[in-house]
């Protein structure tokens, strides 16, 4: 599967935003899949990530209750919808997927990565 990611831009703090992730290629229920991003001079880190169904979330403490990730299997797309956006989220956002039935969060875990999208939060 190739996955393609969009959506970001410039916001201000407290505003929303939504990430898409499309997928083409292989069938994409086979894959569970994440977003992870890479704030300025840090390392990547995992944000949220659902199951190859969508029955299983999880999130990194810092965006729960901010973000929801969520998919459409028919329409082969990954969403991250981030509100209350702050300036710690400022950042490249990757979308990955892996044929994988784990929960395992580590980049390492993921075999197939999109291009990242630029998030800047800032006033």
């Known amino acids: 599967v190739q996955l393609q990611a969009c959506g970001g831009g410039l916001v201000q703090p407290g505003d929303s935003l939504r990430l898409f992730c499309t997928a083409s290629g292989r069938r994409f229920s086979d894959y569970r899949m994440g977003w992870f991003r890479q704030p300025p001079g840090k390392e990547r880190e995992f944000v949220a990530g659902?199951?190859?169904?969508?029955?299983?979330?999880e999130y990194v403490d810092s965006v729960k209750g901010r973000f929801t990730i969520s998919r459409d299997n028919a329409k082969n797309t990954g969403y991250l919808q981030m509100n209350s956006l702050n300036t710690d989220d400022t950042a490249v956002y990757y979308c990955?997927?892996?044929?994988?039935?784990?929960?395992?969060?580590?980049?390492?875990?993921?075999?197939?990565w999109g291009q990242g999208t630029l998030v800047t939060v800032s006033s």
């Open positions: 990955a997927a892996d044929r994988r039935y784990t929960r395992n969060r580590s980049p390492q875990m993921y075999e197939v």
């Open positions: 659902i199951s190859q169904s969508g029955n299983i979330l």
